[in-house]
């Protein structure tokens, strides 16, 4: 696992960030889990080391899990090019089922897979090693595509933001969660490429604290202003007029517009509503599930009791204790200002809107 470690110190990282990328025959991509004290890269040469990746948090937000599992699906066509045929189908079938299982919420994931599958389909009658070959080709067309997408959803986005404005934004929905310039924090780079002066409130995002590590790293390491408050503090602030717009990403949308994000992002919509703070989702065609009618289907990871217990080796609270560790909560459409996709922007999202976004 992780056979290849590339430590390299922050300050002589250049500023734009590669989440993922593919280097001699393997993918790399930076350790989540330990920015901002370190910046590294891990390797990957299969889909079951890229399966844990995903899990353990190497590499997480949903677009960017969907990038690493379309991959994981072409690492294992690699290493398995020179079995036999029946052989290789079992070994990617096996490849399938551990990346299907690495988390549950994010739906980018599913559809990551689904179309890795229908290329793997189309291209079956093929030798192993010209599929393997199909199949990357597949992958690097998944990460190139996402950044195109979030260029397209930035522009949209960033013509919701006045001049000077003040966005609250909560986890990570930045390059780190994508194939780079990110959903929400896309908006915010196109909106200041836009020559706009917005500034970024993030919140620290318990427990991961995606927002605090994250995406304060990435406002910082772009001189883009940030100021980090604790969870706490959105609702003081808002009260205060100091938050003009809320704009957050999303890892799954149902057909009616309920959008699930990382837990906390209820709360935030619920506050923005009272203070009538728009409240924007940047969300691309692949976090949308229209299987899925209403978010209360929507499948919720729950995670381990220690991220809630303390941070890293630092415990704070008592033995014995019970836990909960919801990793997302879902929004009401009704809540919901309007989604930013890449088609346009969808004020008050439901049903028809929705659908017609596939049309
Ligand atoms: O648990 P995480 O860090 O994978 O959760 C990430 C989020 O909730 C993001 O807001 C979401 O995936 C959108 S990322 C563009």
Redesign the pocket.
């Known amino acids: 696992m992780n056979p290849k470690s590339d430590a390299t110190q922050l300050s002589q990282q250049k500023q734009s960030v590669e989440t993922l990328r593919w280097r001699e025959g393997r993918l790399e991509m930076i350790d989540q889990r330990v920015l901002p004290m370190h910046f590294e890269y891990l390797a990957y040469t299969n889909a079951k080391e890229v399966a844990e990746g995903i899990r353990s948090?190497v590499v997480?937000?949903?677009?960017?899990?969907g990038c690493a599992a379309a991959y994981g699906v072409a690492l294992e066509a690699l290493a398995s090019q020179h079995m036999a045929n029946d052989a290789f189908i079992q070994a990617m079938e096996r490849g399938f089922t551990e990346l299907a299982q690495s988390?549950p919420t994010?739906v980018n994931l599913f559809w990551a897979l689904q179309r890795m599958r229908a290329c793997w389909e189309k291209s079956s009658s093929a030798p192993p090693p010209q599929i393997a070959a199909i199949l990357l080709e597949e992958a690097h067309e998944v990460s190139q595509e996402d950044v195109r997408i979030n260029r397209a959803m930035g522009a949209f986005g960033a013509s919701l933001l006045n001049d000077g404005a003040r966005v609250l934004t909560?986890?990570?929905?930045?390059a780190l969660?994508?194939a780079g310039h990110?959903?929400?924090l896309g908006v915010f780079r196109s909106a200041v490429e836009a020559g706009k002066k917005i500034s970024v409130i993030a919140d620290e995002t318990r427990p991961?604290l995606?927002g605090a590590r994250l995406t304060a790293w990435e406002m910082v390491q772009e001189h883009i202003p940030v100021t980090l408050i604790t969870d706490n503090m959105s609702g003081h602030l808002m009260q205060h007029g100091e938050i003009d717009a809320v704009v957050?990403?999303?890892?799954r949308v149902a057909a009616n517009g309920d959008v699930a994000?990382?837990i906390g992002t209820y709360m935030v919509a619920v506050l923005a509503k009272r203070h009538g703070i728009p409240f924007y989702v940047?969300c691309p065609l692949s976090t949308i599930d229209l299987s899925i009618s209403q978010g209360k289907d929507i499948p919720i990871e729950e995670r381990s009791r220690d991220e809630v217990l303390g941070f890293r080796d630092y415990r704070w609270a008592p033995v014995g204790v019970s836990v909960r560790n919801p990793?997302?909560d879902v929004t009401p459409a009704e809540l919901v200002t309007a989604l930013i996709t890449e088609k346009g922007v969808v004020h008050h999202p439901n049903v028809q809107n929705i659908s017609a976004l596939f049309r």
């Open positions: 948090m997480r937000g949903a677009p960017a899990i988390r994010a909560h986890c990570n929905a930045g969660a994508t990110g959903t929400a991961f995606q957050v990403g999303t890892d994000n990382k940047a990793a997302f």
